[in-house]
């Protein structure tokens, strides 16, 4: 009998049910074509904010609540948080890359579940989930590790949002339950990005349509405590950070919109959302860098860009509030798009970059839904067909999103691939020419830091870094000649200062030397190659006492994140240490 029943168990796979299936089939297509992307190394932002940041590999864990971080005074502390989890369980890349993959994959099934409930829809709710899951413009947010800060604010996002649909079912303390569920997920979700303040617009929409007939007295109710959870969550980043926006400007070559007239930058954005748009629907070309000048300025309402950005956006807007009473998804899934862009499109006010695809990630969910609610429709109408052409566009987004995943394998390969897409981009020629230069391949990466100034002349970085090839050969007095340079563009370069001040120091002129090193010093004030390099000048020079004040500025500096810089200021000092005694 045993047997018997066994055998028929075994028998019977049909017997899974349709939507398990269709979980386990979303969870697969948000895995398998990251696949390739773990053993990605440490690129771009990844280097700065994990690999050398001494927050996340040495100090204590509680320092990410107090600690704000570049670029951009950012301020995301439970996004640190997981970063210095991954860095005490194993530091490699490849733990990093795979939390990001599996979060992402959490995000698709969250997306999945959020779809049932706004579409009302099985298959197109399967299918909006299954393009998010494939879609390649989601590969800077899961690839690029920075990008976690995107997927974990989206699945709280999306999480709040599941425990609001929930709460609007029920009453009583179930209700309040899973109310506090979802004000818990929005707080997790602004302490993981700031972009997921715009949660409290989405509660309105979900709200909207799961509930339609409530009345305008339980709307306020039910958002009242989410606005106080923002409002507090703004007063912890004024606190931590000293204001709740940028502190300062972006730099023009990341954002320029950030230093024009509001018309200007109005009339830029308009069109970058249009790009955005049509990035969604045809994902072939795709960069980690389109700072200035890949986007140009549209300096006039009459660009035609301009006019064709506007005339749709406004026609596709003016669709979807016209459907709100006969096709509310529709009007919702417009709302998931434009809404969680509201604070990164530039419109409101400028952010720290003026295009990138990690901001999409989120808002891609609305493009999703709109996406598989007319795919289920075509499939309603012919199976067959439809079944096919559906499978073919998840077979072709994975695919891209498996050889875009190619270009974030090391930094080298990363900017190559976004100067061939983004030619125009000052900052990636000059990130090319770096990574070219770490290779040893100087005349080509001089080749890049000449384009980048040409793109940019203002560009301080890539005039010190045709400066420092030139060191690197030998040639002085080219280095000079670049360092001076430099520092006309920009005179608190302190890495230009001091390598005047070695240049000096190698030709005997030891007060020279000292001027450029307390030039430097005067920018960064606890640089140790400054201070040791300053100890050594006035060493020289017979100030001993000199020597020594600066050696003691150096117990109180930062260690160099580069150990090989670690030691060679350790060696330094030591022999100082010993002539001054």
Known sequence: MEASARSVVLARPAAIPLRAARIVAIAL???????????????????????????????????????????????????MLSYVANARVDGSPVGFHAVNVLLHVAV???????????????????????????????????????????????????????????????????RARWMACSLIAFAIGVLCKESAFTTIGLVLVVHWRLAPADPFRRRVAVLA????????????????????GLPAPPGALDNPLAHVD????????????????AMLLAPARLSADYSFNQVPLQLSWGEPRVWVAGVLLVGLAAA???????????????????????????????????????LLYLP??????????LLARWAAARPRGAGLAVAAILAVLAARTWVRNDDWQDERTLYAAAVRVAPDSAKGHHNLA??????????????????????????????????????????DETAMRWYLATLKRDNEFAKAHLQLGMIYQRRGDYPAAESAFTAGLATEPDNALLLVNLAAARLSQGNRWGARAALTRLDGAAPPADENTVELVAAARREIEVAVQ
């Open 29 to 79: 297509l948000a895995a398998l074509p990251y696949l390739n992307g773990l053993s990605g190394d440490f690129v771009f932002d990844d280097v700065g904010v994990i690999r050398d940041n001494p927050v996340i590999q040495r100090d204590p864990a509680w320092r990410v609540f107090t600690t704000v971080y570049e670029p951009g005074a950012l301020y995301r502390p439970l996004t």
């Open 434 to 475: 770096v990574a070219l230069q770490r290779a040893g391949e100087y005349d080509d990466a001089i080749a890049h830091y000449h384009r980048a100034l040409t793109i940019y002349p203002a560009y301080a970085a890539a005039a010190f870094g045709i400066g420092h090839i030139a060191t690197l050969r030998g040639d």
């Open 262 to 277: 509001t018309a200007t930058r109005v009339r830029t954005a308009a069109v970058v959302l249009w790009e955005y748009l």
């Open 225 to 244: 405590p989410y606005v106080v959870v923002g409002a507090t969550y703004l007063a912890l980043r004024l606190w931590v950070v000293g204001s709740l």
């Open 108 to 174: 698709a099934l969250a997306f999945y579940a959020l779809a049932l409930q706004l579409l009302a829809a099985p298959t197109a709710a399967w299918i909006a989930a299954a393009l998010f899951a494939v879609h390649p413009i989601h590969t800077e947010a899961v690839t690029g590790i920075v990008g976690r800060a995107e997927i974990l604010a989206a699945l709280a996002a999306l999480g709040s949002l599941l425990a609001l649909a929930r709460a609007l079912a029920l009453e009583g303390r179930s």
């Open 364 to 373: 891609s969910a609305g493009a999703c839904l709109v996406a598989g609610w």
């Open 320 to 358: 979807a509030l016209a459907m709100w009473r006969r096709r509310p998804e529709i009007t919702v899934a417009a709302a998931l798009f434009a809404i969680p862009l509201a604070l990164t499109a530039n419109l409101l006010f400028p952010i720290g970059t003026i295009k990138a695809e990690r």
